[in-house]
């Protein structure tokens, strides 16, 4: 069995540290060894301030990655040389590979609107025919929700990315990931609307320069009280 990654305190949470977290959850999955990827930004370190049960699935978590800018500039300002890994970005590099394997193992899109996560799968199918796809919305009934466990159940998938937003979609992993406990889980937000087309992601000049929150907040204005936790997360970062 594969040890966690060493690790660094972000205020009462931590981030797992590592040169290639793709590469460590392939070597996960070649041992049977199930993961719980929570990906990590300053909006959700200081809602994990206020509130002990976030706190505590982020700190129940396999793999705790730094998805934020924010995330990066705390460890920079302590010495910590680590580079960004968008959570979109490591399902993207995950898909890739075990999409252009030969016997693609199944993987699940399970979040987002009716129909969003079914094209974001049409779109992968499209890039690597030979990959497998299960893909469920993330608005189902009681009865649709006992099938749908019974279905993750029966069909064992390694890799489960889920998009339900932050912090649902990493309670619903802690309380169904023993359904699949070989399986990689992963909450990858908004994901499935970026891969179907639904939304764009950030150019890649924000992207490289850490603003790809502005360009979120340009989708969606309605999240400004939310990003309010970002200049509260950055004075933290230089007094805590």
Known sequence: MLTNPPSFPILNVFVHLLDDYSYWLLQC??????????????????LAEKDSSV????????LVIPDGAGIVLYLRLRQQRQKRCPGIELAQSLLQELGSQENSPLIVFYG??????????????????????????????????????????????????????????????????YLCPQGIWIG??????????????????????????????YQEPWRWQRMLALPKFFLRSLIH
Do not use: C
């Not at 497998?132 to 890799?159: A, F, M, N, V």
């Open 188 to 217: 990858v937000g908004g994901s499935f609307d970026i891969w179907s087309g639904t939304k764009d992601r950030a150019p890649r000049w924000l992207r490289d320069n850490n603003l790809e929150w502005l360009y979120r907040l």
């Open 112 to 177: 987002g609107k009716p129909g969003v996560s079914h094209a974001a799968a049409d779109q992968w199918r499209k890039k690597f025919p030979g990959i497998s796809i299960l893909s469920s919305h993330g608005y189902l009934s009681l009865e649709e929700e006992d099938s749908w466990r019974q279905t993750l159940l029966d069909k064992q998938p390694q890799l489960i990315l889920v998009g339900l937003g932050v912090p649902r979609q990493e309670f619903w992993i802690r309380q169904h990931r």
């Open 29 to 46: 999955l070649n041992h049977h060894q199930g993961v719980h990827v929570v990906t990590l930004n300053a909006e959700m370190a200081m």
């Open 55 to 62: 706190t505590e699935v982020i700190r129940e978590a396999d």
